[in-house]
Every structure is written in C-alpha cells, then in structure tokens.
C-alpha cells in the first residue's frame, strides 16, 4: 500500500506535460478568437467599401462636363469603377449594385425625379422616391439638380456555416453637377 500511494503522490507531483495540455486545450478557443476577429474586420471593411464606392461614384457623376463623359459608355464606367473600389472583396455580376437618380428643382424648389439608371442587387425595400424625399435641397438657385448615388454590397463571408451569414450594406451619397445645370442620362 505504501508503494502505491508513493507512486500516486509522485504522479500527482509531476508537472512534464502540463503546458502541452494546456495548450492543446486553449489553442481551439485561439483559433476561433482569431477566426473571428478576421471575420469582423473584413466585414468592417465591406461596409467602409460601400460608402467610398457610393461617395466617389457620386463624385465621378458630378464632374460630367458640357463635352460628356470621358467615355461613351458612362454608366458601364461607374459600374466598373464601384466594383474596383470594392475591391479586394469578392465581387459578382450583380454586386456592388449601383443606382444613380437625377433629381431637379422644381418650380416650387423641391426635387423631382428626371432619370434614374440602376443595375445589380438592389434591397428589395430599395425606393428613390423616399431618396428623394431625404435629400438636401440646393440653396443656390444656380444649382440646376442633385444627383443620388445608392451602393449596394452584399457580403458573403469567408468562413461557411459560421454565426454571421451574408451582409448587406447600403451606403447613399449625394452630389451635384459641377459644370452644368444637369446631367443628361447615361445609360
């Protein structure tokens, strides 16, 4: 009996090991801590994309000139420049979707629909007439119309089967021309 509990305080004593067990008890918890934090950070990033995509889209529209655009094929132009800017996500045919809406002063000073060019997925709640309804009224009458950009990305995580399924980010920016009272159509 003196042999065996010998040997039970000796094992019990023993500490060869123990930071493998630890660590192979921790690492999954490690792994899934930094899974997850990869995870956040991309998506961060995806919804940071689409507000750059929709301002600089916006911006591009605005610096339409009385020649045109640089381009013929205008809107095909801003749809690939939304996409590059999305990048390095993943994009798709379809994703970022891209509207843009023409809104004019009315003779009463509120905005009023002139054309809206749209491709890609859009929300399915997606309304330009509620755009229209939010967006800031030019105070210089000089200001011929105002011009919506709404960017949509849809997301896919990296990880399949994880907690977070696919995100929708919808960023809206607004601008106006610089060089002329308004924008022709250009798609």
């Known amino acids: 009996m003196k042999a065996a509990l010998t040997g039970l305080r000796r094992f019990l004593a023993d500490r060869s090991g123990v930071a493998a067990v630890e660590f ?17 950070t991309q998506i961060s990033m995806a919804s940071a994309k689409a507000t750059q995509a929709a301002q ?3 911006d591009l529209v605005g610096r339409y000139t009385a020649n045109g655009f640089a381009d013929p094929q205008g809107f095909a132009d801003l749809e690939a420049a939304a996409a590059t800017i999305v990048a390095p ?7 970022p979707g891209v509207s843009i809406v023409s809104a004019t002063l009315n003779a ?14 859009l929300p399915t709640n997606f309304n330009p007439a509620a755009l229209l309804a939010a967006a800031p009224t030019p105070q210089n009458s000089a200001l011929g ?3 919506i950009v709404t960017v949509s ?3 896919q995580p990296t990880i399949d089967g994880g ?20 924008i022709p159509k250009p798609c």
């Open 89 to 95: 996500l993943p994009t798709a045919a379809g994703n």
């Open 145 to 147: 119309s105002v011009i």
């Open 163 to 182: 907690i977070i399924g696919p995100q929708n980010f919808v960023a809206t920016a607004y601008s106006t021309p610089r060089t002329v009272l308004a």
């Open 56 to 58: 600089s889209v916006a």
């Open 24 to 40: 192979a008890l921790t690492l999954p918890l490690l792994v899934v801590l930094w899974l997850g934090m990869a995870e956040l």
């Open 153 to 155: 990305y849809v997301y």
């Open 108 to 121: 009463n000073g509120g905005l009023a629909q002139a054309w809206q060019c749209t491709s890609g997925i």
